[in-house]
């Protein structure tokens, strides 16, 4: 299973992005998505997910209000929009998800995409 992102760039602060994740490979379902996030010398950390059916979604406290996941199933696609962003958002994006594939469910990651919001 691939996972690979893109939408990532230059913003000015206040400004707005919009990240995709799209999965392919051989996979029989995509189970939870989730967005992470990981700025210089620091830990890559959670900053939204979305089960399954795209009915549930969970947020970071730092992005609450400011960003939404939301997730295409039929196309195996996930996005995250970005709005009022800011110069602490700074930092390479990973997409991650759970796939069920033939030995059982599994865990992926894309390679990243640069967010880079300057003040």
């Known amino acids: 299973v691939q996972l690979v992102e893109s939408g990532g760039g230059l913003v000015q602060a206040g400004g707005s992005l919009r990240l995709s994740c799209a999965a392919s490979?051989?996979?029989?379902?995509?189970?939870?998505m989730g967005w992470y996030r990981q700025a210089p010398g620091k830990q890559r950390v959670l900053v939204a997910t979305i089960s399954m059916s795209g009915g549930s979604t969970n947020y970071a406290d730092s992005v609450k209000g400011r960003f939404t996941i939301s997730r295409d199933i039929a196309k195996n696609t996930m996005y995250l929009q970005m709005n009022n962003l800011k110069p602490e958002d700074t930092a390479v994006y990973f997409c991650?998800?759970?796939?069920?594939?033939?030995?059982?469910?599994?865990?992926?990651w894309g390679q990243g995409t640069q967010v880079t919001v300057s003040s």
């Open positions: 991650n998800a759970d796939a069920l594939v033939a030995g059982g469910w599994d865990n992926y």
């Open positions: 490979g051989s996979t029989f379902s995509i189970g939870v």
